[in-house]
C-alpha cells in the first residue's frame, strides 16, 4: 500500500508517485494499491474533509488489501 499526501492536486501523475507505482512494479509487485491525499494546501477550508474521507478510503481498502 502506497499512500502518498500532496499540497496540490495531480491526481497520481505527479513524478514522485509514478516513481513508487515503477519502482513496485520493477520489484515485481503484482498487487499494491495507490491512495493520494491530495488539495489540502490548494483548498485549506476543505483539508479536514479531505483527511476525513482519506482516512475512510485507507480504512476500505485496508479491509481487502
Do not use: C
Not at 507505482?21 to 479531505?50: N, S
Amino acid at each position: 500500500m502506497h499512500i502518498q499526501s500532496s499540497g496540490s492536486v495531480y491526481n497520481g501523475s505527479d513524478p514522485a508517485s509514478q516513481y513508487v507505482k515503477t519502482l513496485f512494479t520493477f520489484l515485481g509487485f503484482k498487487d499494491f494499491q495507490q491512495l493520494f491525499v491530495e488539495g489540502m494546501d490548494h483548498f485549506p477550508e476543505r483539508a479536514e474533509d479531505i483527511m476525513e474521507e482519506a482516512i475512510k478510503k485507507a480504512v476500505e481498502m485496508g479491509k481487502t488489501f
